[in-house]
Nanobody, 122 residues
Framework: QVQLVESGGGLVQAGGSLRLSCEASGRTFSSYAMGWFRQAPGKEREFVATISRSATATYYTDSVTGRFTISRDNAKNTAYLQMNNLKPEDTAVYYC???????????????WGQGTRVTVSS
């Protein structure tokens, strides 16, 4: 089992920045790829970014490429999502997830955090 706890969400004006953290406990953090997903009201959960177990590979959805950066610190059992130049359409609950492969599908991740809310005002 892996337990994931997100933090760092909040209210920010358009153009601002936030850094989300996802702290893991339980089995070896470095054994898992990590992903960030988000879910806006009335919409399905969607892929945002993923990072491989050793942080050698990352991948982003097109809408956040160049604005968001995913990273991880295996010594601290923590993954991060740095979000810059935030837009109102980034408003959502953001979830981190752990899986065996750094993929883009919700189904590829076995463990999920409870989510942290990000609200971007215009």
């Amino acid at each position: 089992q892996v337990q994931l706890v997100e933090s760092g969400g909040g209210l920010v004006q358009a153009g601002g920045s936030l850094r989300l953290s996802c702290e893991a406990s339980g089995r070896t953090f470095s054994s898992y790829a990590m992903g960030w997903f988000r879910q806006a009201p009335g919409k399905e959960r969607e892929f945002v970014a993923t990072i491989s177990r050793s942080a050698t590979a990352t991948y982003y959805t097109d809408s956040v490429t160049g604005r968001f950066t995913i990273s991880r610190d295996n010594a601290k059992n923590t993954a991060y999502l740095q979000m810059n130049n935030l837009k109102p359409e980034d408003t959502a609950v953001y979830y981190c997830a752990a899986g065996l492969v750094a993929g883009t599908s919700v189904r590829g991740y076995a463990y999920w955090g409870q989510g942290t809310r990000v609200t971007v005002s215009s």
